[in-house]
Nanobody
């Protein structure tokens, strides 16, 4: 089992920055793909970014060039640096992890529904105009 706890959310003005953290505990060595998702109430969950244990990263077109995913293996922590935030980035952000590295290589049209095994509780990000 793996437990994930996000932090770092908050309220910022458009153009601002936030860094989200996701602290992992438990059998962290079993996970090979980690990702960030976001969801607005009443809408479908949206994949944001993912990273493999080897450091291969990928981003949705909506955040590419503004967000950076990274990981600190020694601290078992996943990060999402979010710059140039826009009001449309407002959402609940959750981190996810899975043993299957293939979860990080799913075709773009299917990434929103990848069945990650472990999920955090989420942290709210609100961007005002």
């Amino acid at each position: 089992q793996v437990q994930l706890v996000e932090s770092g959310g908050g309220s910022v003005q458009a153009g601002g920055s936030l860094r989200l953290s996701c602290a992992a505990s438990g059998d962290t060595g079993s996970t090979h793909c980690m990702g960030w998702f976001r969801q607005v109430a009443g809408k479908q969950r949206e994949w944001v970014s993912s990273i493999t244990t080897g450091g291969t990263t990928d981003y949705s077109d909506s955040v590419k060039g503004r967000f950076t995913i990274s990981q600190d293996s020694a601290e078992n922590t996943l990060y999402l640096q979010m710059n140039s935030l826009k009001p449309e980035d407002t959402a609940m952000y959750s981190c996810a992890a899975d043993p299957a590295i293939l979860h990080c290589y799913v075709a773009p049209g299917r990434r929103d529904t990848v069945p990650f095994r472990y999920w955090g509780q989420g942290t709210q990000v609100t961007v005002s105009s």
